[in-house]
């Protein structure tokens, strides 16, 4: 799974729990994209960033 570039989000773990409280393991994943993002000085890199980051205006997709 992979991890954003810009905030380290990834994927979490945990259990889920039943009615009965049965526990089994669960994975929560982050909603992660490939994207081509400008650099610094002109040129496009792919990356791996979260759409929190996209929206919030962290990046500038190429």
Known sequence: MAKCA????G??????VSH???KSSKMWKSNVKSVR???ENGG???MYVC???LK????ERA
């Open 37 to 39: 993002v400008k650099t």
């Open 6 to 9: 810009i905030c380290e989000k």
């Open 56 to 59: 919030s205006g962290l990046v």
């Open 20 to 22: 009965s409280n049965r």
């Open 44 to 46: 496009t890199k792919k």
């Open 51 to 53: 759409t929190s980051c």
């Open 11 to 16: 994927a979490h773990f945990g259990n889920n």
